[in-house]
């Protein structure tokens, strides 16, 4: 049983690797990356692939039994071709499962809107593609708002417009052991996963954060547009509005939904204290 990680040099598909190597062993894991020497330090085989290349991933998944598609980052509009090269590639290959890493959001109404309709649409062609597969709709990653500890601390405060509004916070590492399983085990096969931790507010991110980091942080909800102009003045127009429309989704409970990550995983979804406290431990150690 050979399997293929794309993105194999980012951090979920990195995840995603090490835990299927834990499971089954390097020899039968394949990591596939645009730049491949990035992806050498996995230690596994690393083979060539641009999502703008059908041809190279024709080649990159010879051999390859079962393929996880990471969600390009491309701009919306270009991902669903891109994600198609990779699905018409396995097809002609033989490979005969295929896992999508898709997102949970409001389809319409918001900023993010566009990506999370990009993803519905290879949702739909992941399950056209008359390969078995697996869908995980990955919830909000926790680490980027640990990875701003020293900024939130320079300011004093987390200041976003979700107001009270939840969000189902997950991890790259609760993600890529949810996915290693679902790649490897057949029950899971024609099923779509909300793959989310519990539901928390932003204050109640806050008080753990301030538990953990032994800070005295407080949560500040600004309106909409605020937040829109602050992060486009920081971030660029692009990335600006995207994080703006993520925090808008989570205001209107975009982010409120059920998990199955226990089905996916076989086990329950660390409680967000505990990601957060994880974190804390593999960066104050390193």
């Known amino acids: 049983m050979k399997i293929a990680v794309t993105s194999a040099s980012g951090k979920l598909g990195a995840s995603i690797v090490k835990h299927l190597i834990n499971l089954i062993g390097k020899e039968q894991v394949v990591g596939i990356a645009r730049t491949p020497e990035r992806a050498q330090y996995l230690g596994i085989e690393i083979r060539k692939g641009d999502y703008n290349d059908e041809q190279e991933f024709n080649v ?90 020293e900024t939130y601390k320079r300011e004093g405060e987390i200041r976003n417009c979700a107001g009270q509004g939840k969000c189902t916070y997950t991890s790259r590492e609760e993600l890529g052991y949810a996915y290693a399983k679902m790649l490897l085990e057949d029950k899971h096969n024609g099923n779509t996963y909300n793959l989310v931790g519990d539901a928390i507010t932003q204050s109640e991110l806050t008080t753990y954060m301030n538990q953990v980091f ?73």
Do not use: C
Request: proline share 3%; hydrophobic share 35%; net charge negative.
């Open 60 to 149: 990159a998944l010879k051999g390859i039994d079962a393929v996880l598609l990471v969600s390009g980052m491309d701009d919306p509009q270009k991902r669903i071709e891109q994600h198609r090269n990779v699905i018409n590639a396995a097809k002609q290959n033989g490979v005969k499962k295929i896992v999508y890493t898709s997102i949970i959001g409001a389809e319409e109404n918001n900023a993010f809107s566009p990506i999370v309709q990009t993803n519905r649409q290879t949702e739909k062609d992941v399950i056209n593609s008359g390969l078995e597969w697996v869908i995980g709709r990955n919830g909000i990653y926790i680490e980027p708002d640990l990875e701003y500890i």
């Open 214 to 286: 032994n800070t005295k942080l407080v949560y500040n909800s600004i309106p909409v547009e605020v937040f829109k102009s602050e992060r486009i003045a920081e971030l660029g127009d692009f990335i600006g509005t995207i994080i703006a429309g993520i925090y808008e989704g989570i205001k209107d409970g975009a982010n409120d939904v059920s998990s199955d990550f226990e089905k996916a995983a076989g086990r329950p979804h660390k409680s967000a204290l505990e990601l957060i406290k994880n974190y804390h431990q593999n960066h104050t150690q390193n």
